[in-house]
């Protein structure tokens, strides 16, 4: 049964840096993509970067210089980390399997962003 | 960036009808396109893919179409349990949504 899971802190203060962890099960982070996606509240979804099954990673042009995907194969976990978080950054953050397509979601774990 | 642009933004049918929902791509996206419903409070949930693809376990009621810049989700007979936010994704290229159709029950 496949299953992703996100965790991190609810809220998080102004030019600080945001850290997720995202735990699968059910399938192998060497044999699908997993890719992290956000929503605004009351907004429309944004496609934040992805971790290939290499490796190697990709990420949005808009978010790039602040954004970094990581993960530990043996914990079945994916990482993000963002800086420099301002109050636009207030999203629920969802991680994905992205094999193509992004088949299965995670419940995803709403981050504010404020002082 | 591909821009997806959905329409229309706010929808009202009633229990039965067929609904169709449209997404527009800014480029040709080579039929790379899939459509989630998200219910409030809920993660997106995958019901078509590569355009006309119906995802394990979806009912035959939903069915996609289209190519080029132009695709389509049709709800063939409305069911309460519809009512959602229904976005489109393009993977063409790096993966961009639609701004999404609330879809509500007349």
């Known amino acids: 049964q496949v299953q992703l899971k996100e965790s991190g802190p609810g809220l998080v203060q102004p030019s600080q840096t945001l850290s997720l962890t995202c735990t699968v099960s059910g399938f192998s982070l060497t044999s699908y993509h997993v890719s992290w996606v956000r929503q605004p509240p009351g907004k429309g979804l944004e496609w934040m970067g992805v971790?290939?099954?290499?490796?190697?990673?990709a990420y949005n042009s808009l978010l790039k210089s602040r954004l970094s995907i990581s993960r530990d194969i043996s914990k079945s976990q994916v990482f993000l980390k963002m800086n420099s978080l301002q109050t636009e950054d207030t999203a629920t953050y969802y991680c994905?399997?992205?094999?193509?397509?992004?088949?299965?979601w995670g419940q995803g774990v709403m981050v504010t962003v404020s002082s | 960036d591909i821009q997806m642009t959905q329409s229309p933004s706010f929808l009202s049918a009633s229990v039965g009808e067929r609904v169709t929902l449209s997404c527009k791509a800014s480029q040709n996206i080579n039929k790379y396109l899939d459509w989630y419903q998200q219910k409030l409070g809920e993660a997106p949930k995958l019901l078509i893919y590569?355009?006309?693809n119906l995802h394990t376990g979806i009912p035959s009621r939903f069915s996609g179409s289209g190519s080029g810049t132009d695709y389509t989700l049709t709800i063939s007979s409305l069911q309460p349990e519809d009512v959602a936010t229904y976005f489109c994704?393009?993977?063409?290229?790096?993966?961009?949504f639609g701004a999404g159709t609330k879809l509500e029950l007349k």
């Open positions: 994704l393009q993977r063409n290229s790096w993966p961009t």
């Open positions: 994905a399997r992205s094999g193509d397509p992004f088949d299965y």
């Open positions: 590569n355009t006309n």
């Open positions: 971790i290939w099954t290499g490796g190697s990673t």
